[in-house]
């Protein structure tokens, strides 16, 4: 597994990042289209721009297993109007930059997730289908695949395993998968370790996450420290052969520290210890 830097943690300057990396031991990052002022002025990447941003992070020997879009008119995507079909072609634009640029997963968030009773949850549900469908078939032509992370907060739609296996089962494209979030399933009353089977082929990226509850909110904690047991969890990744990225993300935020820089390395040297014990 690669211990990786997520999007928009300790900085979004690529040469800081890449000088974090190399300092912590991280050898896999997810970047941000937002990082790049040109993608971000025309709304989306092109291939050129991402190579040529790769270059740094390949000399370094880091890799890019992720990118995060310039944008998420999420609600847009799956409105059957001008203004959807033009924010789902800014999308596709960003899967076949990736595909070309060699980037294997772009990331995002679940088009609707809001429902107030079951009536709606059972039509936002057919709807996100729709555009899961959509979006996978131009996701498989461009060679990349789609890394679907939960939406905050837990009330909205797609969060536990059930929620995400309702999609996976509806468009089983091995190209539909998910950001396996430590936190996000906990919160949702599962044993991390246990959903993780039934849902090892379609987890495509790993958020290292530790949280303790209370009955009116849940503290971030730094890994090993709290209920969800991560170095349990990241064993069972390993043993059905789970080989990418896991990214410690939530930390807390130690004084003094900026856009925890300080919480990621200790979390990171975690995540070290616990790969150098399964090895």
Same mark, same amino acid.
């Given at each position: 597994?690669?211990?990786?830097?997520?999007?928009?943690?300790? +900085?979004?300057?690529?040469?800081?990042?890449?000088?974090?990396?190399?300092?912590? %031991?991280?050898?896999?990052?997810?970047?941000?289209?937002?990082?790049?002022? +040109?993608?971000?002025?025309?709304?989306?990447?092109? @291939? $050129?721009?991402?190579?040529?941003?790769?270059?740094? #992070?390949? $000399?370094?020997?880091?890799?890019?297993?992720?990118?995060?879009?310039?944008?998420?008119?999420?609600?847009?995507?799956?409105?059957?109007?001008?203004?959807?079909? @033009?924010?789902?072609?800014?999308?596709?634009?960003?899967?076949?930059?990736?595909?070309?640029?060699?980037?294997?997963?772009?990331?995002?968030?679940?088009?609707?997730?809001?429902?107030?009773?079951? $009536?709606?949850?059972?039509?936002?549900?057919?709807?996100?289908?729709?555009?899961?469908?959509?979006?996978?078939?131009?996701?498989?032509?461009?060679?990349?695949? &789609? $890394?679907?992370?939960?939406?905050?907060?837990?009330?909205?739609?797609?969060? %536990?395993?059930?929620?995400?296996?309702?999609?996976?089962?509806?468009?089983?494209?091995?190209?539909?998968?998910?950001? #396996?979030?430590?936190?996000?399933?906990?919160?949702?009353?599962?044993?991390?370790?246990?959903?993780?089977?039934?849902?090892?082929?379609?987890?495509?990226?790993?958020?290292?996450?530790?949280?303790?509850?209370?009955?009116?909110?849940?503290?971030?904690? #730094?890994?090993?420290?709290?209920?969800?047991?991560?170095?349990?969890?990241?064993?069972?990744?390993?043993?059905?052969?789970?080989?990418?990225?896991?990214?410690?993300?939530? &930390?807390?935020? &130690?004084?003094?520290?900026?856009?925890?820089?300080? +919480?990621?390395?200790?979390?990171?040297?975690?995540?070290? @210890?616990?790969?150098?014990? &399964? +090895?």
């Amino acid at each position: 597994m690669k211990i990786c830097l997520r999007t928009h943690m300790v +900085s979004d300057n690529p040469t800081e990042r890449i000088g974090y990396c190399q300092s912590v %031991g991280a050898t896999a990052v997810q970047e941000a289209c937002r990082s790049i002022p +040109s993608a971000v002025e025309r709304g989306y990447p092109t @291939a $050129a721009e991402l190579r040529e941003y790769r270059q740094p #992070f390949d $000399a370094a020997g880091i890799e890019i297993i992720g990118l995060e879009p310039v944008k998420e008119p999420v609600r847009a995507w799956c409105d059957p109007t001008p203004e959807g079909e @033009a924010a789902f072609d800014v999308f596709v634009r960003h899967l076949e930059a990736a595909g070309e640029a060699g980037i294997p997963v772009v990331t995002l968030h679940p088009p609707l997730d809001d429902a107030k009773d079951a $009536a709606e949850a059972a039509d936002q549900l057919a709807r996100n289908v729709a555009f899961y469908e959509r979006a996978i078939a131009r996701a498989r032509q461009a060679g990349v695949k &789609l $890394a679907t992370h939960s939406p905050w907060p837990p009330s909205k739609g797609l969060w %536990g395993a059930r929620e995400y296996r309702n999609v996976f089962e509806a468009v089983p494209a091995p190209e539909n998968g998910m950001i #396996f979030c430590f936190g996000c399933m906990h919160m949702s009353g599962y044993d991390v370790r246990e959903v993780i089977r039934p849902l090892i082929d379609r987890i495509f990226f790993v958020h290292v996450r530790d949280v303790v509850m209370h009955p009116d909110h849940v503290d971030e904690v #730094f890994p090993g420290t709290g209920e969800v047991k991560p170095a349990s969890a990241l064993r069972v990744l390993h043993e059905l052969g789970y080989r990418g990225a896991i990214a410690p993300e939530h &930390l807390p935020r &130690l004084p003094g520290d900026n856009r925890n820089a300080m +919480s990621m390395a200790w979390a990171a040297g975690y995540c070290r @210890a616990v790969l150098n014990d &399964l +090895s």
